[in-house]
C-alpha cells in the first residue's frame, strides 16, 4: 500500500455505438435542428447533450462515437439519450445498440516527485527524451495502459477499459514508483 494516497479524476470516456443499420444523416438535421452537420468538412454530425456534458459523433454507416464523458456510466447514458431523440424526431432504430468502452483518459496526482531519469531506466517499456517532451512515456501491459509521468508526481493515465483498470494501474506504478525510491515525498 502506497505511503500517499493518489488521487485519480476521470477526464474523458470515449465510447463507440452501433446501430446495425445506415443513416440518413439529412433526415436526423431535419428532426434536430441543433445538431452540427457539415459534409464537406467532417463525414459526421455532431449531437451535443448538455447533460450529460458529451458530444457523440454519428456517421452514416450508423456508427456513433461518444465523448466527453467523465464515466462509463455517463458515455452509455449519453448514448441513450441520443437514441431517444433520433426516435422522437422520426427515425426508426430497431433493436439496442452495441455500446463499448473503448479510451478512457486520467489525471492522477501522486503528491511527490518522481526521478524521471531513473524511473525510464528501471521501469522497462518507457521513452523519455527530456528535449523533445518534459514527461516519461511508461506503457504497462497489464492492465494495457500508457502513462505520461511528469517529474511534479502528476500522471495522464490512457488507453483503460474499464475504470477499475485505471485504479489498478495507478496502484501497480506508484507502488513500484515507491519500492524503486524513485518517488519521494516533501
Known sequence: MPRVEASIRIENVVATATLNQRMNLNAVVKGNPTVEYRPKQFPGLVFRLKRPKTAILIFNSGKMVCTGAKSEKEAKRAIKKVIRELKKSGIIIPG???????????????????????????????????????????????????????????????????????????????????????????
Open 96 to 186: 439496442k445498440p452495441e455500446i463499448k468502452i473503448v479510451n478512457m483518459v486520467a489525471s492522477v496526482n501522486l503528491s511527490g516527485r518522481i526521478e524521471l531519469e531513473e524511473a525510464a531506466y528501471s521501469l522497462g517499456r518507457t521513452m523519455y527524451e527530456p528535449e523533445q517532451f518534459p514527461g516519461l512515456i511508461y506503457r504497462m501491459d497489464d492492465p494495457k495502459v500508457v502513462f505520461l509521468v511528469f517529474a511534479s508526481g502528476k500522471l495522464v493515465c490512457t488507453g483503460a477499459t474499464k475504470e477499475e483498470d485505471v485504479y489498478e494501474a495507478v496502484a501497480k506504478l506508484h507502488k513500484e514508483l515507491e519500492e524503486k525510491d524513485l518517488i519521494y515525498y516533501e
